[in-house]
Structures are given as structure tokens and as C-alpha cells.
């Protein structure tokens, strides 16, 4: 039975999962990999070469409107205690962002 797969993925492993899924017939809609860099991806070049639509985003959530940025002090003038690793994922607070979704 053929699925409709979303990949999401980076590198020559990506590469290699896309080419298997498309040659046992399953049809994937989307590859999502990170923004451009330095060195070419071979997913993204993997996908492009399918026809597979590219998606580059660079995130996927936001804060909330009205929330204030990490980096900015409480009003109370308190510093915070530490900034958060950049390895660490987003507070669960974030929002979806509703265009992405519907891609």
C-alpha cells in the first residue's frame, strides 16, 4: 500500500531514504530540510531532481503575540538567570504558525 509522506531530513541519510521511499512507490509531497548553507544538501538536490516540492523553512513556531523576547528583561527590572542554550528547543508556549500548517 502506497503512503503520502511529508520527509523531513538532511544529508546523504535524507538522500537515502527519500530514493527508497519513491522507489517502492510511495508518493512523497513535501521534503522539508534547514535553509540553504554553505554546502549543498543532498537531500534538497535528491528532491529537486525527483520534482519533489523543496520546503526551506526556518522554523516552524512562534511566540505568541503580545509575548516578550527571552532577551529583553521582566519589567521588573529583574535580569533572568541564564539564556537558554541554543541546542534547547522553544518553550511549548509557542504557536504554530497557521501558514506552514496548512502546507
Not at 521534503?31 to 554546502?39: K, M
Not at 528583561?73 to 504558525?97: F, K, L, M, N, T
Request: hydrophobic letters at 35%.
Amino acid at each position: 500500500m502506497a503512503l503520502r509522506i511529508a520527509l523531513f531530513g538532511q544529508a546523504a541519510f535524507g538522500k537515502d531514504v527519500l530514493v527508497r521511499l519513491v522507489d517502492a512507490g510511495h508518493d512523497v509531497v513535501g521534503v522539508y530540510t534547514p535553509p540553504e548553507g554553505a554546502r549543498p544538501d543532498p537531500l534538497a538536490i535528491e528532491a529537486q531532481a525527483q520534482g519533489v516540492p523543496l520546503l526551506r523553512h526556518r522554523r516552524f513556531r512562534r511566540r505568541p503575540q503580545g509575548r516578550r523576547p527571552r532577551s529583553e528583561p521582566p519589567a521588573s527590572g529583574v535580569e533572568p538567570q541564564g539564556r537558554r542554550p541554543r541546542s534547547e528547543p522553544p518553550p511549548s508556549d509557542w504557536e504554530s504558525i497557521p501558514e506552514l500548517l496548512e502546507e
